[in-house]
């Protein structure tokens, strides 16, 4: 069956940086867009990044843009989050969401998330 | 930017009643792609509809999806215990990809 399981998250002061993964498996990871999306505590949802299958085609929040990158390892299976100069507003559960079909969306299947806190 | 707006905020049902969610478009979605998802805590979160109308696979006839242009609604025909959860809404037409607010449906 289809997995997504994010890591590497965690605490960091604001300025700084992390590196979320997302290693996925049950489907042809090489085929279908892929997204990162977050939820502040107690908040809704926000679309991050997508990244088309093929890593030549990225997009981004305009609240992230310039700061984030998102790419993959098609190989690996694994898809990433790369997050510098993180703000106190980036703090969030992270989730990598797979897209159905060829599109953009909608979004078949998500990671439970990763939590990602900015704090002095 | 296309904002969705959700309404109402929290809906205060019992089993068995009809839930009816409504999702506002700022503007006209392109197409189709409209989307409807369910979120649990500790469990990912569902898609439930796509394509204004489509269910996903594996989700029960009694959720439902209408609409068209910039008003669309999610109905729950029958409530079961295990449906009270949040509602988002999203559309995946045109980037920046937008989320509703989301939907509380509560016991």
């Known amino acids: 069956q289809v997995q997504l399981v994010e890591s590497g998250g965690g605490v960091v002061q604001p300025g700084g940086s992390l590196r979320l993964s997302c290693a996925a498996s049950g489907f042809t990871f090489s085929i279908p867009v892929m997204h990162w999306v977050r939820q502040a505590p107690g908040n809704g949802l926000e679309w991050v990044a997508l990244?088309?299958?093929?890593?030549?085609?990225?997009t981004y929040s305009d609240s992230v843009k310039g700061r984030f990158t998102v790419s993959r390892d098609n190989s690996k299976k694994t898809l990433y989050l790369q997050m510098n100069n993180l703000r106190t507003e980036d703090a969030a559960v992270y989730y990598c969401?797979?897209?159905?079909?060829?599109?953009?969306?909608?979004?078949?299947?998500w990671g439970l998330g990763n939590l990602v806190t900015v704090s002095s | 930017e296309i904002v969705l707006t959700q309404s109402p905020g929290t809906l205060s049902l019992s089993p068995g009643e009809r839930a009816t969610l409504s999702c506002r478009a700022s503007?006209?979605?392109?197409?189709?792609?409209l989307a409807w998802y369910q979120q649990k805590p500790g469990q990912a979160l569902r898609l439930l509809i796509y394509?204004?109308?489509t269910r996903a696979t594996g989700i029960p006839d009694r959720f439902s999806g209408s609409g068209s242009g910039t008003d669309f609604t999610l109905t729950i025909s029958r409530l079961e215990p295990e449906d009270f959860a949040v509602y988002y809404c999203q559309q995946y037409g045109t980037s920046p990809l937008t989320f509703g607010g989301g939907t509380n449906v509560e016991i």
């Open positions: 394509d204004i109308s």
């Open positions: 503007q006209s979605v392109t197409s189709t792609y």
């Open positions: 990244i088309s299958h093929d890593g030549d085609y990225k």
């Open positions: 969401a797979k897209a159905l079909n060829s599109g953009w969306g909608p979004f078949e299947y």
